[in-house]
Nanobody
């Protein structure tokens, strides 16, 4: 299963990052896609969902700051992260919604410094 997230890094609070996730046409075309994140000692939580053909939706913690988009031509999903905060520090993953594909992939680390 191909769920390769990339684009993470170290960023200062208030800055921006853009995460990318490439997957297969089979997975992308059949599912709503989502971004999940897992901070140390915490559960892996869904933070943004891009359904097929309808509006995206977000967890309250990222609403108004993050934007999820789908690129049908590339079978990719993106997460534009603006005005990041230290509590956004986590490993970020992509998967379908609900997350029915394993393995999840390594994810991409995002670290926000204050």
């Amino acid at each position: 299963v191909q769920l390769q997230a990339s684009g993470g890094g170290l960023v200062q609070a208030g800055g921006s990052l853009r995460l990318s996730c490439e997957t297969s046409e089979r997975i992308f075309s059949a599912n709503a896609m989502g971004w999940y994140r897992q901070a140390p000692g915490s559960t892996r939580d869904l933070i943004a969902t891009a359904p097929r053909g309808s509006l995206p939706h977000y967890a309250d913690s990222v609403k108004g700051r993050f934007t999820i988009t789908r690129d049908t031509a590339k079978n990719a999903v993106y997460l534009q992260m603006n005005n990041v905060r230290p509590d956004d520090t986590a490993v970020y993953y992509c998967n379908a919604v609900p997350p029915k594909y394993t393995p999840w992939g390594q994810g991409t680390q995002v670290t926000v410094s204050s």
